[in-house]
């Protein structure tokens, strides 16, 4: 009797002590200071990792402290006023093809009130859920982005917002929002038509660059000096820009 107790007490600690997250081995560098996270989040932002699917459960307060607690606004303005200062070199052209490329979602408009009640992404994505979310036509604008928008337009620049959204399902509502936040005078929104439907948001974004770099049609010939975006899928590919700015998110990665 006394044996089977200490072989279940045994037992006990051995499970206890495997499901800790001291053995989690994700996780290299366990600690109570949010060095593992810190690392995760550079990692993440350099494109070092890639295709993840949510964000380390032990990483939610982390990135719930960067996204609402001042630092995330603060990164926003810094790369901004880079941006600001990469415009100032740019001669803009009197013949109308000086183009600059826009993501929408969490570059122009936010959706950390939506993540907010998905733990900041460490719930995986919800395609439902982000659709009703969207279609309420209320995420606010980043007021950084919002800023450098209004300086590309005032200066002359093309400005193309290009987004991974279905045109058929969220066009409407995206048009809405993005206008009720203040985003008027940009040279066009551009939305995932249906031929563009499953593939890659690299893909995709890549092709509608080409088209407004090349030559041939009506939408052609721009030179796209930069462009932004909170995903490396907005940022790889072909056509990417003169010089490509890399927003913070450390919520969720869109392959
Ligand atoms: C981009 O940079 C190259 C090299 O600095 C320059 O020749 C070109 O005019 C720039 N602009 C565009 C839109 O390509
Ligand atoms: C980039 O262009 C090359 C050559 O046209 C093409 O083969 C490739 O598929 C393109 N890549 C993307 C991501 O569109
Ligand atoms: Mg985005």
């Known amino acids: ?62 990135v719930e402290n960067y996204m609402t607690g001042g630092q995330y606004e603060h990164d926003l303005n810094f790369i901004i006023e880079h941006i600001e200062s990469y415009i100032d070199t740019i001669q803009v052209s009197d013949d109308g093809l000086d183009a600059w490329i826009l993501d929408v979602d969490d570059t122009c408009i936010s959706n950390v009130l939506y993540y907010q009640g998905k733990r900041f992404g460490c719930d995986p994505f919800d395609p439902v859920g982000f659709r009703t979310w969207a279609l309420r036509r209320g995420c606010p604008a980043i007021p950084a982005v919002l800023r450098l928008f209004n ?77 932004v975006g909170d995903q490396w899928s907005d940022l790889e590919g072909n056509c990417t820009g003169n010089r490509t700015f890399k927003l913070p998110n450390p919520m969720y990665f869109v392959p």
């Open 151 to 227: 300086n590309l337009v005032d200066r002359g620049f093309k400005v193309f917002l290009v987004t991974g959204r279905d045109e058929e399902t969220l066009g409407q509502a995206t048009l809405d929002n993005l206008h009720r936040q203040g985003f008027i005078g940009y040279e066009k929104l551009i939305l995932r038509s249906a031929e563009y439907r499953g593939q890659s948001a690299v893909a995709y974004k890549s092709e509608i660059r080409s088209q407004l770099e090349g030559g041939g049609g009506e939408d052609g010939g721009y030179r796209i000096w930069g462009n």
């Open 1 to 62: 009797m006394q044996r089977i107790w200490e072989l279940l007490v045994f037992l006990l600690f051995i499970k206890l002590v495997y499901t800790s997250a001291y053995w989690r081995p994700s996780d290299p560098f366990p600690d109570s200071s949010g060095r593992y996270c810190l690392s995760w989040r550079l990692a993440v932002e350099a494109n070092n990792v890639r295709a993840w699917r949510t964000v380390p459960t032990q990483c939610l307060p982390h």
